[in-house]
C-alpha cells in the first residue's frame, strides 16, 4: 500500500533547540499539508502546499517555523527555536488534486520540548 | 477558529448499536469529508460527500449532507468493538478549493 512516511515518529528535545520534521508523500500526489495536533487545539493546519508551491501557511508562526519542499518527494517542517507549547504531534498529508482533495495521512511525528 | 464542529465530543454506545455523530461548519463548501483516527495513528479516510449529494453509503457507513443548514451526520450501523476511534469531519470551503479544514472531533467507544 501506498503510504505518507513520516520521521522522526518520536523526538525529545530541549527548548532553544531546532528540530527538523521530515515527510514523504504518496508518489504522484500534487498536495502536502501539515497539521498539528494537540488536545486542546485538535487539528490544526500548519501549512498547504500544491505542486510544491506554497498556498496557505497562515497558520503557522512565522518567526519560528518554516515549511518547505525541497522536492516532489520530500517536504520539511522546521522550529527554530523550539519552544515547550511546540509539544504536539505533527501529522503531514499528502493528496491528488485541487477539488475534493482525499487525503492520506502519516502516522505523525510526536514531538516534546522540555 | 476550525471550521467545523462535531457533536457530541464523546459517545459510548455497546457493540451492535448504531452511532450518530454529527458536523456542523460555518462557509459554504465544495465537499465534506469524514475521517477515522486510532489512539496513536494518523487519520483514515472514510467517505466523501459533494456539496450537490445529499446522503452516500459506504458499508455500515451512512454520511448526510444538508447544505442549507451546513450540517451533516455520520452513522455507523451495527457498531462493533474495532469502531473506537475518534471521528473527524473535514471541510474543503469553495473559496479555497483543495484546503481541507478539519473539526475537533468525536470519541467513538464501543463496548464489546
Known amino acids: 500500500d501506498a503510504r505518507v512516511t513520516q520521521t522522526p515518529r518520536h523526538k525529545v528535545t530541549e527548548m532553544g533547540q531546532e528540530v527538523t520534521m521530515r515527510c514523504q508523500p504518496i508518489?504522484?500526489?500534487?498536495?502536502v499539508f501539515w497539521y498539528r495536533q494537540t488536545m486542546m487545539q485538535g487539528l490544526e493546519l500548519l501549512a498547504y502546499f500544491r505542486n510544491r508551491a506554497p498556498l496557505d501557511d497562515s497558520g503557522m508562526p512565522k518567526d519560528r517555523f518554516s515549511a518547505e519542499m525541497p522536492d516532489a518527494t520530500l517536504a520539511t517542517l522546521k522550529i527554530q527555536p523550539s519552544e515547550p507549547r511546540d509539544s504536539a504531534v505533527y501529522f503531514c498529508?499528502?493528496?491528488w488534486g485541487s477539488g475534493a482533495n482525499v487525503l492520506t495521512f502519516g502516522a505523525g511525528s510526536r514531538l516534546t520540548v522540555l | 477558529s476550525q471550521q467545523g464542529e462535531e457533536d457530541p465530543q464523546a459517545l459510548s454506545i455497546q457493540e451492535g448499536e448504531n452511532a450518530t455523530m454529527n458536523c456542523s461548519y460555518k462557509?459554504?463548501?465544495?465537499?465534506l469529508q469524514w475521517y477515522r483516527q486510532n489512539s496513536g495513528r494518523g487519520l483514515v479516510h472514510l467517505i466523501l460527500?459533494?456539496?450537490?449529494?445529499r446522503e452516500k453509503h459506504s458499508g455500515r457507513l451512512r454520511v448526510t449532507l444538508d447544505t442549507s443548514k451546513k450540517s451533516s451526520s455520520l452513522l455507523i450501523t451495527a457498531s462493533r468493538a474495532a469502531d473506537t476511534a475518534s471521528y473527524f469531519c473535514?471541510?474543503?470551503?469553495?473559496?479555497?478549493?483543495?484546503?481541507?479544514?478539519f473539526g475537533d472531533g468525536t470519541t467513538l467507544t464501543v463496548k464489546p
Open positions: 462557509t459554504s463548501i465544495n465537499n
Open positions: 498529508a499528502s493528496g
Open positions: 508518489l504522484g500526489h500534487n498536495t
Open positions: 460527500i459533494r456539496s450537490n449529494e
Open positions: 473535514a471541510t474543503d470551503g469553495d473559496t479555497n478549493a483543495g484546503k481541507s479544514t
